[in-house]
């Protein structure tokens, strides 16, 4: 029987003969054997475990020879032994500290011996799969490790004893039959960087945001658009980062394998259409099924899009919108699903029944301890027998209610969803992943370099300028909608690398839109100093009866240019954080200060003498921005509440105005005229956080209001639903 020894020089020499099953007879191509690193072990040999005097309980080994696993090994072929660790641990946690965040804890009565072994992972060891790999990544470290238990007293067992016992039945989880190896209560795991794999479906709830497009007048048609449907979406899901496959035996037919995510690391995943949307495969069957989603009569078929002219290079282009769209928000919903609380529980469980494993259960078994879970990404009544779920991120991203949102930009000018798709354009943002239809004319301020891509800045401008002449027209009562249908002011951004003073500022926009507290932006900013990579979204919905609040009073009159100063300035306090490099800024919105800069006009030359101590050449200019844009702002919506108020009041006679008489179509046409003015002017910066929490301030705070930060080291959604 093959032996497997390790040594220390101080008189220690372990002889262990192996159990035929154990991993260094099944998976190396000679048995290696090891030398304890800079420790007398042999002088604590025949301790009981209890008492292993160590102040170190991990003790470092080297490979004496160069050891590689068998070709034949389960993906890691060819890898080299580099190192290896003996740890002991008698009671607490199993792993402390835990880098996944999953501990276990060791009952009294019993201790671990581990062994793990880091190996170099060959370079030709990756799995293909289609354009991606799947497995642990080619040249790099992983640590297989092995951990058994032991009943113990106060003399058994010995460290020797014990240690030959974990040598002769040592498992490395990389088949079923590993996975029966194990002794009830043992853990085998697996960790280190590599790319996981899943397919599956996937459902996307609708959310549809109606504007007005700049191009041309809206129409006095009442259409009909619906949310909340579901679109079904068939998608391979490839997560690359660090990972660590733990198997625990829970009893003598039992095991978990969980799939854990470590904690604070940095993600990337990839979302690809496997076969389209499951409603058809081709262009116009995917076209349908999406925008069909958003549409309560049935959305013209396959056969009548293409009769209606829709070219096969359009179809081309529609469809790569949507996939593009599909992908990105699949993308940043697993993310987020990575990155919350929950990550301290495995991203994927399943408990096995080893006894009840058929063909079907030990391939999807075999391919998931690959990192492909594409067989266990079902639902539980479909996966093979044998195996149960218990916990699935992807599962949970289907039943969370993650949306599809359309910005049919010219709803109200085209009456339809459908008809604006035939005669315009489908653009996805790749930031968000949020679907735009608009207008050829609109279409062309907002295309990328990719013809199916909108330049998400441009957009994020058109889409504020839409929001504010809708906004209006919805007050006017011009436009006729579902009652139910809102009109939304959205915000995403996406920070390649997030530090302290960018999270605190994303923060305190939430908490500006009273969506969190000050003292939560202290909890919040604690841990962390480096966020790494991240995205932060703002959206606030608005029906008319808010829409009107934000031009027309309580008492029924128009707002003054005196009020929407007051906001615009409050707003921008609230910004701007004491303390920070801005907050010179802060002096430039004093009630006292104020009516000497509008006395001035604020130029730079004429804020100096205002300000003596600020510099004219960096601080002075922005303080002057800062005045136009609120004043921009004041003045525009001002003069929007006084046209708005006197078009409601010509539209409100007794008997009301005939909509074909010279008269209403004069009132009609000039607050067109009056709401595309202010939509060409409007500043880039209303774009910003500012003009999204100016406007929520004049509602009164009254919006829908959700926010999402999504980070390696803080994640969390809130939301604000005002009390009716």
Request: charged residues 15%; proline residues 6%; aromatic residues 8%.
């Amino acid at each position: 029987m093959p032996t497997i020894s390790i040594a220390d020089g101080f008189g220690l020499n372990v002889q262990a003969a192996l159990d035929p099953k154990s991993a260094f007879a099944k998976y190396f191509q000679k048995l290696p054997s090891f030398s304890v690193l800079q420790q007398n072990l042999a002088s604590v040999q025949d301790t009981p475990l209890t008492g292993f005097p160590l102040k170190s309980t991990e003790v470092g080994l080297a490979f004496t020879q160069p050891t590689s696993m068998t070709t034949t090994c389960p993906q890691f072929g060819g890898s080299a032994g580099v190192a290896a660790t003996l740890r002991i641990v008698k009671g607490g946690n199993l792993f402390d500290p835990d880098p996944f965040d999953n501990p276990i804890e060791v009952p009294d009565g019993r201790a671990y011996l581990g062994l793990g072994i880091e190996i170099n992972v060959a370079p030709e060891v990756d799995i293909p799969s289609g354009k991606l790999t799947v497995g642990f990544a080619a040249e790099s470290t992983l640590c297989l490790s092995h951990y058994q238990p032991f009943a113990t007293t106060a003399t058994t067992p010995t460290f020797k004893a014990a240690l030959q016992a974990s040598l002769q039945n040592y498992v490395i989880p990389l088949s079923p039959e590993d996975l029966a190896s194990l002794g009830i209560g043992g853990v085998a795991i697996i960790e280190g960087t590599g790319s996981l794999q899943l397919s599956g479906t996937v459902n996307l709830l609708t959310s549809v945001n109606p504007l007005v497009s700049l191009s041309a007048a809206p129409l006095p048609t009442k259409f009909q658009i619906q949310e909340g449907a579901e679109v079904a979406v068939t998608a391979s899901c490839t997560i690359t980062g660090g990972f660590q496959i733990r198997v625990q035996k829970v009893d003598a037919g039992t095991v978990r394998l969980g799939f854990y995510r470590r904690r604070g690391a940095e993600f990337d995943v990839q979302v690809e259409s496997a076969i389209g949307v499951t409603a058809g495969t081709s262009s116009t069957d995917y076209i349908s099924a999406v925008l069909g989603a958003v549409s309560p009569s049935p959305f013209p078929s396959a056969d009548d899009l293409k009769n209606a002219g829709l070219s096969d290079e359009k179809q081309a282009a529609i469809v790569g919108a949507l996939k593009a769209a599909i992908q990105r928000r699949l993308e940043l919903s697993v993310l987020e699903e990575l990155h919350t609380d929950s990550s301290q529980e495995a991203a994927f469980l399943y408990e096995i029944s080893l006894k009840d494993l058929d063909a079907d259960g030990r391939a999807a078994i075999q391919s998931a301890l690959k990192l492909n879970l594409s067989s266990l990404w079902k639902s539980s009544a479909s996966l093979p027998r044998g195996i149960r779920e218990i916990k699935n991120i992807l599962t949970t991203t289907k039943t969370k209610g993650h949306s599809l949102k359309i910005n049919i930009l010219g709803l109200y000018n085209y009456s339809s969803s459908s008809g604006l798709t035939l005669q315009g354009t489908v653009l996805a943002d790749p930031a968000s992943g949020e679907i735009v239809i608009t207008d050829s004319a609109t279409a062309t301020r907002i295309s990328g370099s990719i013809n199916f891509l909108a330049d998400s800045d441009k957009l994020r401008k058109v889409l504020a300028q839409s929001f504010l002449i809708t906004a209006a027209y919805r007050c006017s009562g011009l436009v006729a909608h579902a009652p139910s249908l809102k009109v939304s002011y959205w915000h995403f951004a996406e920070h390649a690398k997030t530090d302290r003073s960018t999270m605190a500022a994303d923060l305190n926009v939430l908490r500006s839109m009273g969506l969190i507290s000050a003292a939560q932006i202290q909890q919040n900013l604690t841990p962390a100093g480096d966020f790494g990579r991240s995205t932060f979204h703002l959206n606030t919905d608005y029906d008319d009866g808010l829409s009107q609040s934000l031009f027309i009073g309580s008492d029924g009159q128009p707002r003054a240019i005196e009020e929407y100063e007051q906001i615009g300035r409050n707003a921008l306090r609230q910004l701007i954080q004491p303390g920070s490099d801005d907050e010179f800024r802060l002096r430039g919105l004093d009630d006292a200060v104020w009516p000497q800069m509008k006395a001035t006009g604020s130029t730079v030359v004429n804020l100096a003498p205002i300000f003596p101590d600020l510099r004219q050449d960096s601080q002075i200019p922005i303080i002057a921005g800062d005045y136009v844009l609120i004043e921009w702002w004041a003045t525009t919506m001002a003069r929007m509440a006084q046209s708005l108020s006197a078009a409601k009041s010509f539209f409100s006679q007794t008997p009301p105005p005939a909509p074909s008489g010279a008269a209403f179509q004069k009132v009609q046409a000039d607050l067109w005229k009056q709401m595309a003015d202010v939509a060409r002017n409007t500043h880039d910066r209303f774009s910003d956080p500012w003009g999204m929490l100016a406007m929520d301030l004049a509602s009164g705070q009254q919006s829908v209001a959700s926010g999402q930060i999504v980070s390696p080291s803080l994640t969390l959604r809130v939301e604000r639903t005002p009390a009716p």
